[in-house]
Structure formats: C-alpha cells, structure tokens
C-alpha cells in the first residue's frame, strides 16, 4: 500500500517568513496530492490539491509542486502570518475506486511574530 | 462550518463496552469516509462508504464496524473499547466515490477510554 512520509515534524517560522514542507510518497500509481490544515481544536480543511498532470499550483500565499518521477511533493507557504500557524498533513491517492486517502504524519508549524 | 455533523461531541466509556458514533453527510455527498486521528497522530483512514455501499477498507480493527443508511447517514460501531481507542474520530464526505473529490470534515468525536 501507499506509504507517505513528511517532513519536518515541526517548523517555526518569523512572520513575513516562507515555510516549506516536503512529502514523499511510494505508490507511483498515486495521482492525487492534497493538503489539509488542521487549527488546534478544529477539523482538517483542504487548502490546496495538485493532481499529478500538474506540476505547479498556486493559490494565492499557497503553492504546491509535485515532482512525479521522484515521487515527492511540497507545500510553500509565504510571507507567512500568524493565522497559519496550525498542522498541516499531506496525502496521497490514486483515483481508482476503492482507493483511499493516505496522510502524513503532519507537520506542526509556529508563526512567530 | 463544512455541512458535515457528527454527535456526539464527546463521549467517555470504560474498557470492555461499546459505542456508536454518529455521521451526517453534506446534503449531496454521497461518500462518508472514517478517520482516527489519535494523540499527536496524523489520520488514519479506517473505511468508506458510497451509496450505502463499502467502497474502500483501511487499517480498521474488527472490533470496529460501520454502515451508512438510506438517508445516507453513517454510524460507527466501536465495541470492547481497549484504551487505546482514545482518539478523535472524523467523518468525512464527498460528492463522489473516489479520492479525487475534495472531502469535507465534520468536527469530530472525542472518545475517551477510562
């Protein structure tokens, strides 16, 4: 099965700061790449998705690369506020039916003022 | 607010018994996905289903069941509770079948295991 490890475990950054976490994954029949932010207390929420016939997406302060052939995949974040501080996981998953989500350990990032 | 509601919010039990944790779906979603998010642990998916049917299976012990009903609300039966199975629980749903459709997370149940 697919297997997804992430990178750093926790992260602090200055506000203003770019922040960057990196994922790697090992299905390569794995085409879909999405990154959810958790807030201390609350659900998971999906901030940014790349399928893998993309290899860059941004949205607005987010952007996320997806390199295929050596399975790994980033989350960038800039000028970072305070309100980014949260964990952050990324997943991976083929599409196929009976596929299924598969997470990282997350990532905890500190926006310091 | 994601469209998606559990109950209930916590939920304390002893070891040995047995729980029903409650899903409700965004009106339209036909997917409900389970996930336990333990102690400082990313989401371990658990199962989904889709249109009433099991679509997909994770790590999820025996000792765990679920279903989803016409109406397409789910319940997640977790029986002889170990200690171990204190996390928070999410439901999550979809429109579609597949992982590819964005999943909305509902806000969880809290169990505690004493």
């Known amino acids: 099965g697919e297997n997804v490890e992430q990178h750093p475990s926790t992260l602090s950054v200055q506000e203003g700061d770019s922040a960057v976490i990196k994922c790697t994954y090992s299905?390569?029949?794995?085409?879909?790449f999405p990154w959810y932010k958790q807030e201390l207390g609350k659900r998971p929420q999906l901030i940014i998705d790349?399928?893998?016939?993309?290899g860059e997406k941004k949205d607005q302060r987010i952007a996320v690369t997806l390199n295929k052939t050596a399975k790994h995949f980033s989350l960038h974040i800039t000028e970072t506020q305070p309100e980014d501080s949260a964990v952050y996981f990324c997943?991976?998953?083929?599409?196929?039916?009976?596929?299924?989500?598969?997470f990282g350990t997350g990532t905890r990032l500190q926006v310091t003022l | 607010d994601s469209g998606v509601t559990q109950t209930p919010k916590h939920l304390i039990t002893a070891t040995g018994q047995r729980v029903t944790l409650r899903c409700s779906p965004r009106?339209?979603?036909?997917?409900v996905y389970w996930y336990q998010q333990s102690l400082d642990q990313g989401l371990q998916f658990l199962i989904q289903?889709?249109?009433?049917?099991?679509?997909a299976k994770g790590n999820i012990l025996e000792r765990f069941s679920a279903q989803q009903f016409p109406d397409l609300h789910s319940e997640l039966n977790l029986s002889s509770l170990e200690l171990g199975d204190s996390a928070l629980y999410f439901c999550?749903?979809?429109?579609?079948?597949?992982?590819?459709?964005?999943?909305?997370f509902g806000p969880g149940t809290r169990l505690t295991v004493l």
């Open positions: 999550a749903s979809s429109v579609g079948q597949t992982p590819g459709n964005e999943q909305f």
């Open positions: 299905d390569s029949a794995s085409n879909y």
């Open positions: 790349i399928r893998s016939n993309v």
């Open positions: 997943a991976a998953s083929p599409t196929g039916t009976a596929s299924k989500l598969t």
């Open positions: 009106s339209g979603d036909l997917s």
């Open positions: 289903y889709y249109n009433g049917e099991e679509r």
